[in-house]
């Protein structure tokens, strides 16, 4: 590790995710967060603290595994399954902004829409997928961790704020979730990882039917992940993210 690398993480390490009381959870559609951080809103919940579900875009064109499910029907079945997930994780406040999935939307309508709801819910902690893994490639992923990044430092700016029709908020730093370097991580029980299994497989069926491929492997990632995860904190499962807080956020581009 350099210097200023050690530098930084002595004299400004990253925020500790169970160390704040409210939280908002952004999904670029139905689904994503609970592949990114389902256990860890399972956790989270559990210790009363605030959570809001975000979802941006309305999954119109998560068709292939629908079973003939398309457009305007699809979008209001994927609406039903993100509430009945979001549930089924402990979280009542859902809010949805219906983009238009697959990028067919005006990026400036994602960006006054997360901030608003920074604004209206005042979060302590954002989290949004990772856009900087160098892998992804999904234009509604690659959007989501880029606006939800710009609005993470912004928010505590009322002139700023304004601008995008939405109060300020102190928020205290970013979590990027579904991340190539996770710097911090959330021990997660074998409950809260069921928990993540069951409001993902058994609530998104619209995406992850049973006994489908690409549902077994996902299946598999998610269990090899947060065994790997756990492995690296002596534990039995766990999620890791990428946490910004504002020292890190701007002109430290040596922080991981």
């Known amino acids: 590790m350099g210097l200023t690398k050690l530098a930084l993480k002595i004299a400004a390490s990253a925020p500790k995710i169970e160390s704040f009381t409210n939280y908002l959870f952004i999904g670029p559609h139905p689904d994503d967060i609970e592949i990114g951080a389902g256990a860890t ?24 595994h629908a079973g003939g499910v398309k457009g305007d029907e699809l979008a209001e079945l994927r609406k039903k399954e993100s509430l009945a997930s979001a549930e089924h994780l402990g979280v009542k406040d859902v809010r949805f902004l219906d983009l238009c999935d697959g990028g067919f939307y005006d990026y400036d309508d994602m960006l006054k829409g997360i901030a608003k709801t920074v604004g209206d819910c005042k979060p302590d902690l954002i989290f949004a997928p990772d856009h900087c893994t160098g892998r992804e490639c999904h234009i509604d992923h690659l959007n989501t961790g880029r606006a939800a990044s710009h609005i993470a430092y912004l928010a505590p700016y009322p002139g700023i704020m304004g601008r995008e029709g939405a109060d300020s908020a102190d928020v205290k730093g970013i979590a990027y979730y579904m991340t190539a370097k996770p710097n911090r991580y959330v021990r997660v029980t074998k409950e809260m990882f069921r928990l993540q299994n069951e409001a993902l497989f058994g609530c998104h069926i619209s995406q992850f039917p049973a006994e489908n491929a690409e549902t077994k492997q996902l299946q598999i990632y998610l269990k090899l992940r947060s065994a790997d ?4 904190n002596m534990c039995m499962h766990a999620e890791g993210f990428r946490v910004l807080g504002p020292a ?9």
């Open 41 to 64: 809103v399972a956790k989270l919940a559990a210790a009363d603290k605030k959570i809001t579900f975000l979802i941006l875009t309305d999954g119109r064109y998560g068709d292939g």
């Open 229 to 232: 995860y756990g492995l690296r």
């Open 248 to 256: 890190h956020m701007h002109c430290t581009p040596e922080v991981v």
